[in-house]
């Protein structure tokens, strides 16, 4: 066995017991032991140094091995997607468009798939959805069509692409697409589909639609408990009752709120609305805030005896 051998094997039993920083080092040994001649080689071990130091959290270590990486293996492709992931450990937005451009244009089938989807984030950090209709647009014609549920996805992503950039259209068809795609395995997708639609009807001007379609999404969250569905459309269903001057009712969906996420993921469900609930109130002051919880009391008395 060669010296890079045993590094190799060492680095392999070093990552089954769980110690990254050693495993790191002994891939990092073995990558400048092997001859020139086993590039393919060379670059796998690279990459286990640069996902094991993303893992870590050490993006400047990972920095320092991509540049050696790619010294010692120039054009190879399977380090296209770890050089990108360092960047978006580094944080610099030029430097992670550039690097998952490059994924986009020359990386594995699968890999450009992800750089396109991560294009579109990255365009949507920035307030762009027109670029991010387009990389979507990308991705979807880049995924395989026996891919359902990743199609689904991003037909989903597309329809709140398209909704920002004023394509309502568009973005109606993309959720019928969704819809026609889902599978039964993507349990959440139904209620994330439906707040979708409730986002769309209100940009339509259709507040009655938008306020049907919320209360479905919420109710579809309650029973996949999708925290974070529920809590947008809670939220929304909020807004909607707020700017028709239904303020009791309002109240009413934020304490539902804190009682749903209470019973959701206990205490930490329930801070998750508590700024809400504070924002509402100091809004309103103290004297509506009081007349509205009158009403909110007399209203519950009113359910109850019924």
Not at 7 to 17: G, H
Not at 33 to 50: C, M, N, Q, T
Not at 139 to 155: K, M, V, Y
């Amino acid at each position: 066995m060669t010296r890079a051998e045993q590094e190799l094997a060492e680095a392999t039993r070093a990552l089954t017991a769980g110690d990254f920083a050693g495993a790191a080092e002994r891939f990092e040994r073995a990558a400048d032991l092997l001859p020139g001649s086993r590039a393919a080689d060379i670059a796998a071990a690279w990459e286990s140094v640069l996902r094991l130091r993303l893992i870590l959290r050490e993006p400047a270590a990972a920095a320092r091995a991509l540049a050696r990486a790619l010294a010692a293996t120039p054009g190879a492709t399977r380090l296209l997607r770890p050089a990108a992931e360092v960047a978006d450990a580094l944080g610099v937005a030029l430097d992670r468009e550039r690097a998952w451009r490059t994924v986009a244009a020359s990386g594995d089938p699968a890999d450009r798939v992800g750089a396109f989807i991560k294009l579109s984030e990255l365009a949507r950090a920035e307030s762009m959805p027109g670029p991010a209709v387009t990389y979507l647009e990308s991705a979807l014609a880049a995924t395989p069509a026996s891919d359902q549920p990743l199609r689904a996805d991003l037909q989903l992503d597309l329809a709140t692409a398209r909704t920002t950039a004023g394509d309502l259209d568009g973005a109606d068809a993309a959720l019928t697409a969704c819809a026609a795609l889902m599978t039964p395995e993507q349990v959440t997708l139904p209620g994330r589909l439906e707040h979708q639609r409730s986002l769309l009807a209100f940009a339509r001007g259709d507040a009655e639609a938008a306020l049907r379609h919320a209360e479905a999404a919420r109710a579809a969250a309650v029973g996949q408990r999708d925290v974070i569905t529920y809590l947008a459309s809670a939220t929304f269903i909020t807004g909607l009752h707020d700017l028709a001057g239904r303020q009791v009712l309002a109240y009413d969906t934020l304490l539902r709120a804190q009682a749903s996420l209470g019973d959701l993921v206990g205490a930490d469900g329930k801070a998750l609305i508590a700024p809400a609930l504070q924002a509402f109130e100091e809004r309103l002051g103290p004297q509506e805030f009081k007349r509205v919880w009158d009403a909110w009391v007399a209203m519950r008395r009113a359910s109850r005896s019924v």
